[in-house]
């Protein structure tokens, strides 16, 4: 019985490692031409997306300093929107097609990027008992705004960042 149990584990371990070999020695096939698209937008650099378009600065709550970025003109006719992202989403995820026709309607539009991501800062001692709140994360939104020079604003938030704006 331990004979038939032991030739049972050594054609399970060999078929194991088969499979292991097939799949590293063939892996994800990418089509054909996608080391010459590589190289073509290396070669492009110039025609790549601007990411960042407005001025750039660094508002501080307490000990955390948060990015932040402000598009249009300051003082825009129609007022100020503040862009507050979703959890685990840096202010990036605000697309040029959302916030563009909002600048273009005349307001100026503030997105940053929330405590523990992007290039603000987070807790290095993050624990259950030593977490951010939504009244901190709320906080961190004034303080991008008092940064700004900005007194009042409309807010936006997607996701958690609708539950930092409530």
């Known amino acids: 019985m331990l004979r038939i149990l032991l030739i049972g584990l050594t054609l399970l371990l060999v078929i194991i ?3 292991f070999l097939i799949y590293v020695n063939t892996g994800i096939q990418l089509p054909d031409h996608t080391n010459k698209t590589i190289q073509d937008v290396l070669a492009n650099e ?3 997306p601007e990411l960042i378009k407005g001025k750039t600065g660094f508002a501080k709550n307490g000990a955390t300093r948060l990015w932040y970025e402000v598009l249009g ?20 995820a605000w697309p040029a097609r959302f916030y563009q026709p909002l600048i273009d309607a ?5 997105r940053y990027d929330n405590r523990g991501l992007g290039e603000s800062s987070w ?6 008992e030593n977490a951010y709140t939504l009244e901190d994360m709320a906080k961190d939104g004034l303080a991008v705004l008092d940064a700004a020079g900005v007194n009042k604003a409309h807010i936006i938030g997607v996701s958690m960042g609708g539950m930092i704006a409530l």
């Open 123 to 128: 807790i290095e001692d993050w624990s259950k």
């Open 106 to 110: 005349g307001y100026q539009v503030i």
């Open 17 to 19: 490692l088969i499979g």
């Open 46 to 48: 110039d025609h790549l």
């Open 73 to 92: 003109a300051p003082g825009a006719s129609r007022g100020t929107i503040l862009l507050i992202s979703g959890a685990g989403i840096t202010a990036m």
